[in-house]
């Protein structure tokens, strides 16, 4: 993320158009459902996605908790998945199994038979010739192919903005600092090796608040409704996370935090 760029997270409206976009009743649907929950609730990296193995997912105290392995500068770390998602991603794996799927990759193709493409050279593709790719189920899908559907089902929900697997990160991010109000929660969360990585969050629901005050309308000369209005803004920020107010406060008074 380049510096001083807020991340973009979605809307739980955005959110929920997006994950409608899905057909779970086909294979490689209940698959990319999981997939996306996986990426929108438990905050997993597109790399992280596309390794997980059958023994990373595991229960704990009665939910389904992700073993990450190895993750971004090789650090680890359990991701609890809440109910939704987990009954989503159990579903997938029961799918699996009935595809004959054994031990390995959990988001992998399902696809068999024969893939048939042009033969690429140095001057293009050559004419009249193929390759033949054997198409065996259980095979790891490629980081690129999350990469490509993540903003594919983002224009056909008609979001505005481009949707992208780290899209979905932030917004699994934003929504648990929202909840919790702790960044050191988040930090872990997320994997992060520094907790001032994970302060670009507060700011993020810092803008949301800003934005939301500036929504008060002006009621000029009506002290009745100035009063509701001030009244409605100080109980917003009462019901900020510390963390939250003290990153408002910072952007109110011109510093960068």
Same mark, same amino acid.
């Given at each position: 993320?380049?510096?001083?760029?807020?991340?973009?997270?979605?809307?739980?409206?955005?959110?929920?158009?997006?994950?409608?976009?899905?057909?779970?009743?086909?294979?490689?649907? &209940?698959?990319?459902?999981?997939?996306?929950?996986?990426?929108?609730?438990g905050g997993?990296?597109?790399?992280?996605?596309?390794?997980?193995?059958?023994?990373?997912?595991?229960?704990?105290?009665?939910?389904?908790?992700?073993?990450?392995?190895?993750?971004?500068?090789?650090?680890?770390?359990?991701?609890? =998945? $809440?109910?939704?998602?987990?009954?989503? =991603?159990?579903?997938? &794996?029961?799918?699996? @199994? @009935?595809?004959?799927?054994?031990?390995?990759?959990?988001?992998?193709?399902v696809s068999?038979g024969t893939?048939?493409? $042009?033969?690429?050279?140095? #001057?293009?593709?050559?004419?009249?010739?193929?390759? @033949?790719?054997?198409?065996?189920?259980?095979?790891?899908?490629?980081?690129?192919?999350?990469?490509?559907?993540?903003?594919?089902?983002?224009?056909?929900?008609?979001?505005?903005?481009?949707?992208?697997?780290?899209?979905?990160?932030?917004? #699994? #991010?934003?929504?648990?600092?929202?909840?919790?109000?702790?960044?050191? /929660?988040?930090?872990?969360?997320?994997?992060?090796?520094?907790?001032?990585?994970?302060? /670009?969050?507060?700011?993020? &629901?810092?803008?949301?608040?800003?934005?939301? /005050?500036?929504?008060?309308?002006?009621?000029?000369?009506?002290?009745?409704?100035?009063?509701?209005?001030?009244?409605?803004?100080?109980?917003?920020?009462?019901?900020?996370?510390?963390?939250?107010? @003290? #990153?408002?406060?910072?952007? =109110?008074?011109?510093?960068?935090?």
């Amino acid at each position: 993320m380049a510096k001083g760029r807020l991340p973009q997270v979605l809307t739980d409206d955005q959110l929920a158009a997006l994950l409608r976009q899905v057909n779970v009743r086909t294979k490689t649907g &209940l698959r990319n459902k999981a997939m996306l929950k996986v990426m929108a609730y438990g905050g997993l990296r597109v790399s992280e996605v596309v390794a997980l193995s059958t023994k990373d997912v595991r229960r704990d105290g009665g939910r389904i908790v992700l073993e990450i392995r190895d993750g971004k500068g090789g650090k680890d770390r359990t991701v609890p =998945l $809440p109910d939704h998602a987990a009954e989503t =991603l159990e579903a997938w &794996l029961a799918k699996r @199994e @009935e595809l004959g799927i054994g031990n390995g990759h959990v988001f992998c193709t399902v696809s068999t038979g024969t893939s048939v493409h $042009p033969v690429a050279t140095s #001057a293009g593709l050559a004419a009249g010739e193929v390759t @033949e790719t054997a198409l065996t189920p259980g095979g790891p899908i490629a980081a690129r192919y999350a990469q490509t559907l993540v903003p594919r089902l983002g224009e056909r929900a008609d979001l505005e903005q481009r949707v992208t697997p780290h899209v979905l990160r932030h917004t #699994a #991010a934003t929504r648990l600092l929202r909840e919790t109000g702790n960044l050191r /929660v988040v930090q872990d969360f997320l994997g992060h090796a520094s907790v001032s990585t994970t302060q /670009v969050y507060t700011h993020v &629901l810092a803008d949301e608040v800003a934005a939301g /005050v500036d929504a008060v309308a002006d009621v000029e000369a009506d002290d009745d409704g100035a009063d509701e209005a001030d009244t409605l803004a100080a109980q917003v920020l009462a019901a900020l996370p510390a963390e939250v107010r @003290e #990153a408002l406060a910072r952007q =109110l008074a011109g510093g960068d935090g």
